[in-house]
């Protein structure tokens, strides 16, 4: 598989395990991989850098067919190559999800971050995405269930 960037491997973004279960194909096209390269330049890498260990994606790209079948966003940022989700806990190196959330939100630009669900110590897994256009909300969510639907609420 080719580069994304020096530490991201394209494998590691199509990686899917709905995707295989059920024949769905997830390869993105070659816009959808520039769009890849530019969200690890301007949050991947600095979060490797930063944290100087492996981090760990847990969701990266979804093709349409692979996102409608797993439930997700009808305007997903995984769809577009935008966005990847990151869950470090677990991972023999101490660093957490409140850690590479807390980092994301006060030193890098991004377009969209989430806290997903988890407690109030530290999210299940973080969501980040970048806007292709440069054009960043910095939006900062907190993901949560209420009666069985995901909500978001301003963190």
């Given at each position: 598989m080719s580069k994304i960037s020096e530490h991201l491997d394209l494998s590691e973004v199509i990686r899917s395990e709905s995707a295989k279960r059920n024949g769905i194909s997830n390869m993105p096209t070659e816009g959808h991989i520039a769009n890849f390269k530019l969200l690890a330049e301007?949050?991947?890498?600095?979060?490797?850098?930063?944290?100087?260990?492996?981090?760990?994606?847990?969701?990266?790209?979804?093709?349409?067919?692979?996102?409608?079948?797993?439930?997700?966003?009808?305007?997903?940022?995984?769809?577009?190559?935008?966005?990847?989700?990151?869950?470090?806990?677990?991972?023999?190196?101490?660093?957490?999800?409140?850690?590479?959330?807390?980092?994301?939100?006060?030193?890098?630009?991004?377009?969209?971050?989430?806290?997903?669900?988890?407690?109030?110590?530290?999210?299940?897994?973080?969501?980040v995405s970048y806007e292709s256009t440069g054009k960043q909300r910095k939006q900062v969510l907190k993901a949560y269930k209420q009666n069985g639907k995901t909500n978001y609420k301003t963190y």
């Open positions: 301007k949050v991947f890498e600095p979060v490797r850098n930063y944290f100087r260990c492996p981090i760990h994606i847990s969701s990266g790209y979804r093709s349409i067919e692979l996102n409608k079948c797993i439930g997700g966003s009808t305007t997903s940022q995984h769809c577009s190559g935008e966005a990847i989700d990151i869950d470090m806990d677990g991972t023999p190196n101490g660093v957490t999800n409140k850690m590479v959330f807390n980092y994301i939100k006060d030193y890098l630009e991004f377009d969209q971050l989430i806290w997903e669900f988890g407690t109030d110590d530290n999210p299940d897994w973080v969501h």
